[in-house]
């Protein structure tokens, strides 16, 4: 399988005073195209942290980060705005609609960030709301969504840009269980048909059990790589 | 993202109608001001270039003149052949002492001879009863009506001139036909009009003191700009042995109180901005504050630098247009009633014509001053959002992620 995103003895330290917080000690970590896959561990373990960096939101203190055969950790925070826009996308634990916009501008709006003509943009974000069975709701603002059915917005926001990997901090956490089962459905459809790659940060076991690959993150380190798991 | 920026503005639609309905009321002031500041200025310029002229000619040496006969224009007729197409005011100022009823002034007699357009706006402007001399009376006079009062004269009494040492009789009576308003205590209290062939007669026959050109085309202070140019002409046809002068040179006072004007109300103007834009500031910091996690979310979406400061200013600048545009509409509003004529009440009217202002004022605004407030206001909106656009900028998407205000 390609190797679209490398990650090579991460470390990553936050200072707050006088107290250092080793959030990363030494990551390896490759990630392949058409992957499922979840970093997991207890709260404080690092996932976060490590799906900011290898996102580009964040650089490492030491290590490299490669996307393809190009090095992004040490980007200016100029073309890393601008790598974050034109491979990843991204989907967070609250959502983070727009809340003047409908579903369908907030779908378009990286799209829109890109540069692209309206009329283009609206169409292939109408098509991301479509896959997403959200296309009727194209027309409300977030106030008038619920939980499920904006987070879905919020993946047909990443997915409309066709990103070479959508990146997911938690994007069932604020999620009943329904809800969120239907939305893991909806990603695992994108990557099983379409080959979306995902990456998650989680702890939730509903989206453990349908990743196709499990990172257990302890104290910042890799404690476990599991063999990819039958769907 | 200009329809993003403008729907971000009214999320707090209280706050955004405040600092907007504040920006709307400087430009309205503003608006006001300048109408009421053109209304003044256009006033105080047609009322000065109606008496003194766009124009004026005199002898040469007419400033360090001593003797009365030194500051005449004895060749009267041919400079008067050699003067452009104008209204134009033959003047001969006469100083003398003035007698009525066992009072006595000093006063300076003028003996007038106008273009008919003339008379009718020295008649519309200062008699307030009776009548101007005609050009061919040799016994009537206009008085000032604070030296009537002085004097203790009506209409239809005898007054008594006494001219010592100029060139004609030196002495005449004359019969009150006419009062007159000038509006300005100090001529209304020294002067007395007569026809200029009655001053002849009395002072200098043939001879003018001043001729006054004055072209009724010529209506607010911004068409003064033709004006140099009449005056290079006329110098050169009269040649110099006299003095050509602008209204400037001769009220330089007066001139220089109105060029000030325009540049004090741009200040004036900019503290009213400077002011609202502190509140404009305020509103765009808070906005800010209050959407730090969206902005960190836009960010890490893939937006830079440049479209977050963007944002910020485009927000700015849509805040202070809308209210600016309400400004200007009910600011043209107010201008069109200023337009058509105001007056204050007395005494106000009487106190500010002393100091050369009219009684009756005409709001007017220039494009130069449109585009002073429209300048301003694009100013007030990209400064005041120049600190909360560079705190926008220098957000990281993670930390703004988590901030909780």
Redesign the interface.
Known sequence: MKTILKARDIHKTYRTGEVETHALRGVDLDIHAGEFTAIAGPSGSGKSTLL?ILGG??RPNQGEVWLGEARIDGLS??EL??L???H?G?V?QAY?L????TAL?NAA??L???GMPRRERETKALEALAILGIAELSGRRPNQLSGGQQQRVAVA?ALAANPKLILADEPTANLDSKTGLALIEHMQRLNSEDGVTFLFSTHDPRLLEHVTRTVYLEDGQIVRDSVPQAA | MLSLAWRNIWRKRGRSLMTAGAIGLVVLITIIFYGFAGAAISGIYQRLTERVGHLQVQVASYRDARDFADRLIFNAATVQAALPEAEWLAALDVPGLLEGDGRSRGIVLSGLAHSPAMRAQFKESYLVMGTLPEHDDPVGIALGSRLARALQVELGDTVYLYAPGTLGFGAAAYMVVGLLDYGEPMLDSRSAVVALAAAQELAAPGAVSRFGLFFPELIRLGDDVRVPAQQEALQAALGPGFAVETWRQLEPGMAATIELTEPMMAVFAAIFFILAGLLVMNTIYLSLIERIREFGVIMALGANRRHVIGMVLTESLLLCLAGAAAGAALGGISLAFMAQGFSFPEPLASAYAEFGLPRVFYGSITVAQVLTVLGFTLVTALLAALIPARAAGKLEPVEAMRFTA
């Open positions: 900011h939101l964040d925070f100029t705005a601008k974050r826009l034109t990843f991204f967070f983070n727009i809340p003047v916009l501008e709006f990286v829109e960030l890109q926001r």
